[in-house]
């Protein structure tokens, strides 16, 4: 009966090994040839005859396609656990025949170790390990300093995270679960840099009906790095309270994200209506998928090293 029950979850939940192909980018063929000789990736015979293998695989799975390239050998990888094969991966570039002065090589060392990384935390969302999220991101934070955080990992964090839910990988629950760590780090930072800072105050909002926040939180840390006070208003927020909270506050800078999935012209018409409503002093960006241009006077930007640019270009009083 219990057994019976484990399949029933694995036919909701588990993947087909086509698709466990299609996410991990090794054919079905080495697929069943690694189970067989190895008993890895392991899976479960549904009663109806088809096999299942469980979603977990799929972050463990791509370490092991990494460290084959690398050069280490099937025997010794394919049963490996994420764990072991994070440890394995650390010391692969060192196997390398490759000069070390050669800038592409280090690039691509580089690189490869940062995916490592997001993997691991993406074995994390997986588990809903909320131990594996805060570690990571607290050492790479120190490690990377604010901006490459921001920049380089949550970023590719975020893309992963929502790559893996559009595949079918992460469940809806798995992408609220990572969004929302992430968020509350983002947070608990930025907060902890503005409370220090004298400069000038920037308000951080998100227009009336946009429930997406992660863009505007990541703008935050970038806004904190450069010495100014926050003021966060967070998602969702009726314009003409945007207008009376900057003016309350003695804002000279207004942040705004607008998500992919906000409609433009409106989001245009609202920027304007703001625009409009506060002294051509206060200093008015919009960034996000969703930034509309044609507003005048407001800074539209396309990514988080543009707004930092921007930042220091800027008057910070």
């Known amino acids: ?46 009663p109806s005859g088809h096999r299942r293998y469980p979603r977990e695989e799929v972050p463990r799975l791509r370490a092991v396609a990494r460290a084959l390239k690398a050069g280490l050998r099937p025997k010794r990888v394919v049963p490996a656990s994420l764990e072991d094969l994070e440890k394995l991966l650390q010391v692969a570039p060192l196997l390398s025949q490759g000069n070390k002065g050669d800038a592409g090589q280090d690039q691509t060392a580089e690189e490869m170790a940062r995916s490592e990384i997001i993997e691991r935390w993406i074995g994390g969302v997986h588990r809903y390990c909320n131990e594996t999220l805060d570690q990571g991101f607290h050492e790479e934070w120190a490690k990377r300093g604010p901006m490459n955080f921001v920049c380089d990992y949550a970023t590719a964090f975020l893309h992963r995270v929502g790559a893996g839910w559009e595949s079918g990988e992460l469940s809806v629950s798995q992408e609220h679960f990572a969004s929302a760590r992430l968020g509350d780090f983002l947070g608990s930072m930025w907060r902890r840099l503005s409370e220090r800072n004298e400069g000038e105050v920037c308000i951080h909002a998100g227009l009336p009906g946009e429930p997406h926040g992660m863009g505007l939180a990541m703008a935050a840390v970038i806004t904190a790095v450069t010495g100014r006070r926050i003021i966060f208003l967070g998602v969702d927020t009726p314009t003409d309270d945007i207008i009376a909270s900057t003016k309350a506050c ?58 930092y640019q921007w930042l220091q270009n800027s008057k910070n009083v």
């Open 250 to 307: 003695g804002g000279r800078m207004l942040c705004v994200s607008v998500s992919e999935t906000y409609d433009q012209k409106t989001a245009r018409q609202l920027l304007q209506k703001i625009r409009k409503a506060l002294a051509p002093s206060i200093r008015m960006v919009v960034g996000g998928k969703g930034a509309p241009g044609g507003s005048n006077g407001v800074a539209v930007l396309d990514s988080m090293n543009a707004y």
């Open 1 to 46: 009966m219990e057994i019976k029950s484990v399949a029933e979850k694995l036919n909701d939940e588990g993947l087909a090994i086509g698709k466990l192909s299609l996410l991990t980018g090794i054919s079905t063929h080495t697929l069943r040839v690694w189970e067989r000789r190895y008993g890895s990736p392991g899976s479960i015979r549904l």
